[in-house]
């Protein structure tokens, strides 16, 4: 949850009786981590220093809190690895993150990029309850069994020439009645 006045989010883990602040750059330190793991053998500094356009004592600074907090393991010059704690907070970044990015590109039409970024910047906002309630929106939207959704198509015909596609209006309204 953000709490606004510091920016920082509380998690409440099942099963463990602390609760640990991560700030939104510790959450992308954490999530940049686990993504470089599924890409390299080992992350190193320099890695997580290139895909976060950040210093090298940027990151070994937020690798040292990172493992004071039980989330990393990391020894000077050496490799990263996130513990079984910061696997879980990862794996939940990334998460929001694919719902994000799903809604913004599949169901909004936004293009890859904007999209990627948008969903970094709002990933670490969003409650579990708006976020299971957007997981189940996209997964509603993109399974339905007819295809896509008639008022699915009407945004986009919306979107693209900025007014309402009268057949599609007309095909609503007679529903209705």
């Known amino acids: 949850m953000l709490d606004k006045t510091n920016n920082t989010f509380k998690y409440d883990f099942k099963g463990l009786s602390m609760t640990t602040e991560r700030t939104a750059s510790m959450e992308d330190y954490l999530e940049a981590i ?4 599924e890409e390299e053998v080992e992350v190193r500094v320099t890695q997580i220093s290139k895909r976060l356009g950040v210093k090298k ?11 004071e907090d039980g989330l990393v393991k990391h020894r000077r010059y050496g490799h990263v690895e996130l513990t079984g704690k910061g696997r879980k907070i990862a794996e939940e970044v990334m998460r929001r993150h ?15 990029d904007t999209a990627q970024e948008d969903a970094c910047k709002v990933e670490h906002s969003l409650s579990p309850t708006s976020l299971e309630r957007l997981a189940k929106f996209v997964e509603f939207v993109l399974t339905c069994p007819r295809g896509e959704p ?4 009407g945004f986009n015909y919306f979107v693209e020439h900025g007014e309402r596609d009268q057949e599609i209006v007309a095909n609503c309204l007679e529903k209705e009645s």
């Open 34 to 37: 686990a993504v470089l793991r």
């Open 57 to 67: 004592p940027s990151v070994t600074a937020a690798l040292h809190k990172l493992s």
């Open 98 to 112: 694919e719902v994000l990015f799903r809604f913004l590109s599949e169901i909004l039409g936004v293009d890859s």
């Open 150 to 153: 008639l008022w699915h198509k």
